[in-house]
């Protein structure tokens, strides 16, 4: 893999095809503008393997699109050496956290894991990012919004704690 010596940010939903590609295209984008590239490793996988292989859900892909972001991420599912791989694993929701808290061997495994819903700061009323999959387009949007936001304090957190530049 070419996480050496980069950050590494593992986001995680249930199926790998809404919420964390969606998170991960983002996060991307931001690290991208910031021109931190080459400091980070940003990848997301999914809790069960349904759509293992598989593109992202297609409204995620058209609502992401205008603003700019293309997700091309095949799905994939946490392994166990995603724990050992990544600096960091994000669930977007109190489900997610307790499946991953649930599969790390280790306390330091479990440390590892935080809930995307602890860096929004622009919506007080969401403590984590809702599944739009049953969703209508606000849903999608929606998601985006609280990803923008959760994406924007997430890096400035890492980079402000792991004293990362360019």
């Not at 991420?73 to 694993?89: P, Y």
């Not at 489900?95 to 306390?107: E, Q, S």
Request: charged residues 30%.
């Amino acid at each position: 893999m070419e996480m050496d010596k980069k950050y590494s940010v593992l986001f995680v939903c249930l199926g790998n095809i809404c919420r964390s590609p969606a998170a991960q295209a983002v996060m991307q984008a931001m690290v991208d503008e910031r021109g931190l590239s080459d400091r980070f490793y940003i990848d997301s996988a999914g809790i069960g393997g349904w759509h293992i292989g598989d593109l992202p859900d297609k409204r995620m892909r058209v609502h992401a699109r205008p603003r700019g972001y293309e997700l091309t991420h095949r799905a994939r599912k946490v392994q166990a050496v995603d724990f050992e791989d990544f600096d960091l694993i994000v669930g977007m929701d109190a489900g997610n956290i307790d499946d991953l808290r649930y599969m790390a061997a280790t306390i330091e495994q479990q440390d590892k894991v935080v809930m995307m819903g602890d860096y929004i700061r622009q919506y007080p009323n969401y403590d984590h990012v809702p599944d739009p999959y049953y969703e209508g387009s606000e849903g999608f949007e929606l998601v985006l919004d609280l990803l923008e936001d959760a994406c924007d304090n997430l890096l400035n957190r890492i980079i402000e704690q792991n004293k990362i530049s360019k």
